[in-house]
């Protein structure tokens, strides 16, 4: 069975001038199909690696086909982790982020910081690390999903194919925006059981 392209799980201009329908076009219709695409090629190349879920490939990949599936993963963890309507950490979830930052304010300019911060391509995550919450980054196609121990509660991509198109050259802007407005921290607080690899995964 192929991987396939996951439909948004919203409307493509349900965040208004946040992230443009033109973005999602390009970064959902274009960047992620495209990974779904090559992935899938290389797959149908090597019946060694057929009949391998997107984890199982992404933790036995290297190179090519692991930069290929960690993306569709990525990506797939990346929408989810956004959310047109605003939503705040509550209950368990903001009680991890008082004892691991101090506030809610406080986590979101430490995610900011290492959005901004980390050099060229990557993606900016907040993952779950021996029971506490860390902020940290991988580079290129690199997924938490690679690291053991890395259990993912939300994700930010940081290509700049993830902005352009509505903040040009400006990752701050768009960092703080999604940051402070499109975050899904209900999505973030399900990812606390640990499962959160699943929830982007696909069966091969
Ligand atoms: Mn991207």
């Given at each position: 069975?192929?991987?396939?392209?996951?439909?948004?799980?919203?409307?493509?201009?349900?965040?208004?001038?946040?992230?443009?329908?033109?973005?999602?076009?390009?970064?959902?219709?274009?960047?992620?199909?495209?990974?779904?695409?090559?992935?899938?090629?290389?797959?149908?190349?090597?019946?060694?690696?057929?009949?391998?879920?997107?984890?199982?490939?992404?933790?036995?990949?290297?190179?090519?086909?692991?930069?290929?599936?960690?993306?569709?993963?990525?990506?797939?963890?990346?929408?989810?982790s956004?959310?047109?309507?605003?939503?705040?950490?509550?209950?368990?979830?903001?009680?991890?982020i008082?004892?691991?930052?101090?506030?809610?304010?406080?986590?979101i300019?430490?995610?900011?910081?290492?959005?901004?911060?980390?050099?060229?391509?990557?993606?900016?995550?907040?993952?779950?690390?021996?029971?506490?919450?860390?902020?940290?980054?991988?580079?290129?196609?690199?997924?938490?999903?690679?690291?053991?121990?890395?259990?993912?509660?939300?994700?930010?991509?940081?290509?700049?194919?993830?902005?352009?198109?509505?903040?040009?050259?400006?990752?701050?802007?768009?960092?703080?925006?999604?940051?402070?407005?499109?975050?899904?921290?209900?999505?973030?607080?399900?990812?606390?059981d640990?499962?959160?690899?699943?929830?982007?995964?696909?069966p091969?």
């Open positions: 069975m192929a991987f396939v392209l996951p439909d948004l799980p919203y409307a493509k201009d349900a965040f208004g001038d946040i992230l443009s329908v033109e973005t999602f076009d390009f970064h959902h219709g274009k960047h992620h199909n495209a990974y779904v695409v090559k992935a899938n090629e290389l797959v149908a190349a090597d019946a060694s690696l057929q009949g391998k879920s997107l984890v199982e490939l992404i933790k036995l990949a290297k190179g090519g086909l692991f930069n290929q599936v960690g993306q569709i993963w990525n990506h797939t963890f990346y929408w989810q956004l959310s047109p309507t605003k939503t705040a950490p509550t209950g368990e979830l903001l009680a991890k008082e004892d691991a930052f101090g506030s809610v304010d406080a986590l300019e430490k995610l900011k910081a290492e959005a901004v911060g980390h050099f060229a391509s990557g993606w900016a995550a907040l993952v779950l690390k021996d029971g506490k919450l860390e902020v940290t980054s991988y580079h290129d196609a690199d997924t938490p999903v690679a690291h053991e121990g890395h259990a993912p509660l939300l994700i930010v991509d940081v290509w700049e194919h993830a902005y352009y198109i509505d903040y040009r050259n400006l990752r701050p802007s768009y960092a703080d925006r999604i940051l402070k407005e499109a975050i899904n921290w209900d999505f973030a607080a399900l990812n606390l640990g499962e959160g690899a699943d929830r982007a995964d696909q091969g």
